[in-house]
């Protein structure tokens, strides 16, 4: 028995160290310290930390919580980017099926993209090839302007993905295997989801598209581990809530008029008392995020049916706003509506970004009149509006049962295209489409299932049509410079620390231009549209710029399927 004393005292130190070893495992990592590789990832606390300093990858739709658009890389920059060369191409494995809009996301040398369809792709930077596919049948869903998807969250080790059959899916980052599904709202009645979710702290940010079927529709928050639902907010106030008649305001909320009948609009709100059931508002791009005031920034689309008023009386809140919530709970904090009542589907469909100003912190939204907002981030009150991007005409104009034609038309001025951002020249950074659209009411009742415009429009000539890229100053509203081009912009903006901005057009061209004074530095010929948003990231100490290929169906621009990728040529001498 020479001895049990020891293996006792022996038996008693391993069972203790296997127990702290355990208690060291499932402890959870102390607050602001990542996991070491997969962390960009896992870790929506660094993805925080990210959104506020220098940055490598490219993990948040447009780059930072304050839909920035920026990257502080600056290895491409005014001297270089003239050796700017495709590097390599990668497929999303649907085919040309509608409108390629994503942003892909980089985390860790991999890239996630999507489909216009909904398919994932995760992407070996390094090793040139898929790490897994993940395909989504959308079953049921109805869709006002063809297939599209704007991208991907990131966060507590999944992937998050909205479909257009309105469902929220979380993918294992790891394997893509699907971990749990939830449904955001019926497809059958229209609703479908084409934005980016957010991932703020535990909860998941996705709003609804469909307000051209008559939806009520609505920005909710799933909790990111399991999918149940967090909170809702309608984007359209029932009575309870206040009602959606609003202040029967006769301005825009910058004093232009816009003609409205108010004594026959007060005397049908009785008759059309239920008509915020089937308000609309659609949520059509990710929401920029504070996380000092823990504040949500959230722009609403237009009211339905879009072009006939009639049977909509009174300001229709919230549509055509900018809502801040509180993340947390979804309360609105403040709501700035541009144009009450509007007949004209001039919606703020483009991110808001934020961005300091004079006042503190500011919000700047580009909409589809063809004009920058910039308000007040903690108050909503309107600081500045830019010039027009864009030609005007027959602005807020009546729209009856004879052809009007108005510009900008309902595809914008400023369509869903994210701006950016650059803190070294302080502006913000706008593509544009000049597309005059005529209108004309047609009176058709509501019905399950099918498009409810309440008019129709079509576009007059091709010769009439082009695009604008514009840098303006926040502060004041001026445009520093602009640059015409020939076609119609609608895809985005990318502005890096190297001086120069990416942006690409319908006919292929994808180009940079100097970000202080609007040249044209490069341009490379893909071999379809180029309307989607660039983005920069980092792999392995090189910087390379990416941007999805693949035209846009209601621009009749070239269909692809492709992420191209550059980088600088690497048998060119460096300056």
């Not at 008559?214 to 909170?231: I, N, Q, Y």
């Not at 914008?412 to 302080?426: D, K, M, N, Q, Y």
């Not at 035209?551 to 550059?566: A, C, K």
Request: with cysteine; proline share 7%.
């Amino acid at each position: 028995m020479i001895g049990s004393p020891l293996k006792s005292s022996a038996l008693l130190l391993l069972v203790l160290l296997i127990g702290g070893a355990v208690v060291w495992w499932v402890r959870p990592a102390p607050v602001g310290v990542p996991e070491p590789a997969r962390s960009l990832v896992l870790d929506t606390v660094l993805a925080r930390v990210q959104a506020q300093s220098g940055r490598r990858d490219w993990t948040l739709y447009s780059g930072d919580y304050a839909n920035r658009r920026w990257s502080e890389l600056a290895a491409i920059d005014r001297a270089t980017v003239k050796h700017l060369t495709r590097r390599f191409s990668i497929p999303t494995g649907a085919g040309k099926k509608g409108s390629l809009q994503t942003t892909p996301l980089v985390a860790d040398g991999m890239m996630y993209l999507t489909s216009p369809v909904g398919h994932v792709v995760a992407w070996d930077l390094r090793r040139g090839r898929a790490a897994w596919r993940f395909h989504h049948s959308p079953t049921g869903e109805l869709l006002c302007c063809g297939p599209s998807n704007r991208g991907l969250a990131l966060g507590h080790g999944h992937v998050y993905l909205g479909t257009l059959d309105a469902k929220l899916i979380a993918l294992d980052a790891a394997t893509g295997a699907p971990v749990w599904t939830a449904a955001v709202d019926s497809a059958a009645l229209g609703y479908s989801v084409t934005m980016a979710p957010l991932v703020v702290d535990s909860l998941v940010i996705v709003g609804t598209s469909g307000a051209e079927f008559g939806v009520r529709g609505h920005v909710s928050a799933f909790r990111a581990r399991d999918g149940t639902l967090a909170w809702r907010r309608y984007t359209i106030p029932s009575p309870e809530e206040g009602g959606w008649w609003g202040r029967w305001s006769d301005t825009t909320s910058w004093g232009a008029p816009l003609h409205r009948d108010l004594a026959r609009e007060r005397a049908d709100s009785a008759r059309y008392a239920d008509s915020w059931r089937r308000g609309g508002g659609s949520v059509w791009t990710a929401p920029a995020y504070d996380p000092p005031s823990g504040l949500l920034y959230v722009a609403v689309g237009n009211p339905a049916p879009s072009f006939d008023p009639s049977e909509r009386p009174g300001d229709n809140l919230y549509t055509e706003s900018l809502l801040a919530l509180r993340a947390a709970t979804g309360d609105i904090v403040w709501a700035h509506q541009f144009i009450p009542h509007d007949s004209w589907d001039m919606d703020p469909a483009s991110p808001p970004i934020l961005i300091p100003h004079r006042d503190g912190l500011a919000v700047a939204e580009a909409g589809k009149i063809g004009q920058l907002f910039v308000l007040d981030a903690g108050s909503g009150r309107l600081l500045a509006r830019s010039a027009p991007l864009v030609p005007q005409a027959n602005l807020f104009a009546r729209v009856n049962e004879r052809r009007t034609v108005i510009a900008p038309g309902p595809n914008g001025g400023v369509s869903w295209s994210p701006a950016a951002w650059s803190p070294v020249t302080g502006w913000v950074y706008v593509v544009a489409l000049h597309q005059p659209m005529w209108f004309q009411l047609e009176h058709l009742p509501w019905q399950r299932g099918l498009p409810w415009y309440g008019g129709i429009t079509g576009r007059g000539q091709r010769r009439e049509e082009f695009g604008t890229i514009s840098a303006v100053e926040p502060a004041t509203g001026r445009i520093a410079w602009q640059v015409r081009t020939r076609w119609p912009l609608v895809g985005g903006v990318l502005a890096t620390a190297g001086g120069l901005i990416f942006t690409g057009e319908s006919d292929g061209w994808f180009r940079a231009y100097d970000a202080a004074t609007g040249a044209r530095l490069w341009q490379y010929r893909c071999k379809a549209g180029v309307n989607a948003p660039p983005i920069a990231f980092e792999v392995d100490g090189e910087q390379m710029i990416a941007v999805a290929v693949g035209g846009n169906t209601q621009q009749g621009s070239r269909l692809g399927d492709r992420i191209e990728v550059f980088a600088l040529d690497r048998t060119e001498s460096r300056p």
